[in-house]
């Protein structure tokens, strides 16, 4: 199994910047695939961005695409995201998965993280 703990979630004004953090135990952390996702108050969880078991290859929504960066550091078995240009809209709160896996037409993500609240004012 592998356990996920989230950190880094705050308050920040529209225009600032976070980087949250994603802490994973119980498997090699080389070995999974990372995402993050978010989900506001009454909306579907979203997809936000993911970053590949080599490091080499990342994904991002196209709403954050050029403001968020994942980054993944093996050895501490963290992954970042990195958060410039916060928009009001993407208070929510935000969570990360691990073990991304073909399910049917697309794909699923097999463990969570409990999630961090991010609010961003205006």
């Known amino acids: 199994q592998v356990q996920l703990v989230e950190s880094g979630g705050g308050l920040v004004q529209a225009g600032g910047s976070l980087r949250l953090s994603c802490a994973a135990s119980?498997?090699?952390?080389?070995?999974?695939?990372m995402g993050w996702f978010r989900q506001a108050p009454g909306k579907e969880r979203e997809f936000v961005a993911a970053?590949?078991?080599?490091?080499?290859?990342?994904y991002y929504a196209d709403s954050v695409k050029g403001r968020f960066t994942i980054s993944r550091d093996d050895a501490k078995n963290t992954v970042y995201l990195q958060m410039n240009s916060l928009k009001p809209e993407g208070t929510a709160v935000y969570s990360c998965a691990a073990e991304k896996e073909a399910y049917g037409s697309g794909y699923r993500w097999k463990y969570w993280g409990q999630g961090t609240q991010v609010t961003i004012s205006s």
């Open positions: 970053i590949s078991r080599s490091g080499g290859h990342t």
């Open positions: 119980g498997r090699a952390f080389s070995a999974l695939d």
